[in-house]
């Protein structure tokens, strides 16, 4: 079945430092979605990209979606304390809606 | 609008016992998606309900069943409880309109922890 692996599973950072998270799914997707889920709580949409090669950022984290639709990052420009959490890529099981594939997640931790 | 709720917060049963999950999505949402989350095996679905049927599943035994009400209320019972059922049962929202392209807005999860 469809697999989505994302790495690093963990990383530590100071605050300041950048951060990027790698995605990467073993079908083809119609889209992919990015969530973040702190520590104790639940997975809060953040993004869904649609197109091949799409870039969009919101304020300090750029998202991008590969060529080939099956890649995806997400990177955070100078982290801060309040960017601590588990981010999660999923894409469509498929491409069947909202039954989605979720990567393992990245769990960042910035040291202040 | 209110997001979506479930309840109860947090459970604990024992192997053998059955639970029943509440999930109350977003005002005018018609999909529910249920998800169960461990730290072994991440987020992983379960189901959808979209208009009272189930539309989607996941590769979980039949111990584990859903429906939805004409509300668009839905509830996941889980049978004859293993040890293994203990995580965070996360219910999802949408509206469903436009196929693949949703936004899910998740809840805060019930916990469970079977003893």
């Known amino acids: 079945g469809q697999q989505v692996m994302q790495i690093p599973q963990y990383q530590h950072v100071q605050e300041g430092e950048d951060f990027t998270t790698y995605c990467n799914s073993s079908?083809?997707?119609?889209?992919i979605q990015w969530y973040k889920q702190r520590p104790g709580g639940h997975p809060v949409f953040l993004i869904q990209?649609?197109?091949?090669?799409e870039v969009k950022k919101q304020k300090r984290l750029t998202f991008q979606f590969g060529e080939a639709k099956k890649n995806s990052s997400l990177h955070i420009t100078a982290t801060q304390t309040t960017d601590v959490g588990t981010y999660f890529c999923?894409?469509?099981?498929?491409?069947?809606?909202?039954?989605?594939?979720f990567g393992g997640g990245t769990r960042l931790m910035v040291k202040p | 609008k209110a997001g979506v709720t479930q309840t109860p917060r947090y459970l604990i049963k024992t192997r053998g016992q059955q639970v029943t999950l509440s999930c109350s999505p977003i005002?005018?949402?018609?999909?529910v998606s249920w998800y169960q989350q461990t730290p072994g095996q991440g987020l992983q679905f379960l189901f959808e309900?979209?208009?009272?049927?189930?539309?989607n599943k996941g590769n979980f035994p039949g111990r584990f069943s859903g429906r939805q009400f004409s509300n668009s209320r839905s509830e996941m019972n889980v049978s004859t409880l293993e040890l293994g059922d203990s995580a965070l049962y996360l219910c999802?929202?949408?509206?469903?309109?436009?196929?693949?392209?949703?936004?899910?807005?998740f809840g805060p999860g019930t916990r469970l922890l079977v003893l």
């Open positions: 999802a929202s949408s509206l469903r309109t436009q196929g693949s392209q949703e936004t899910q807005y």
């Open positions: 079908t083809t997707l119609s889209n």
């Open positions: 990209l649609v197109k091949s090669g």
């Open positions: 999923a894409g469509p099981q498929n491409n069947a809606g909202n039954m989605l594939t």
């Open positions: 005002s005018g949402h018609r999909s």
């Open positions: 309900y979209f208009s009272e049927t189930q539309r």
